[in-house]
């Protein structure tokens, strides 16, 4: 019996949104354009224009859930308009300034 327990502990899944919330820590693009109201490839456009975040894996984007949260936040704190590409811009300049300045580069 210890050894199967041992056996779990070794072969258990890292904790991450998805186990916490049992919400997923990254979605598709076709499941965060569902949720965004808009087509896939808009999002898809907006995404290799560099205007949402997203994480490339060989030929497959996916959005971080943590992405759409602070979307959803700024809208909630706001209770305006929020443009990613805004925030899009706002990052590669603090990148750029940072790359400068000699700060960390990302």
């Known amino acids: 019996m210890e050894n199967t327990k041992t056996e779990r502990s070794q072969n258990a899944v890292p904790e991450t949104t998805h ?10 693009v076709r499941e965060a354009a569902r949720l965004l109201r ?3 490839s808009t999002l898809y456009r907006i995404i290799r224009d560099g205007d ?28 305006g308009v929020v443009d990613p590409s805004r925030i899009a811009a706002e990052r590669r300049t603090a990148r750029e300034v940072a790359r400068l300045t000699g700060g960390e580069s990302w």
């Open 19 to 28: 186990n916490r919330d049992s919400r997923p820590a990254f979605y598709t």
């Open 38 to 40: 808009v087509g896939p």
């Open 52 to 79: 949402f975040p997203a994480v490339r894996l060989r030929s497959r984007y996916v959005i971080p859930a943590v992405a759409l949260d602070r979307l959803i936040a700024e809208v909630d704190a706001t209770g």
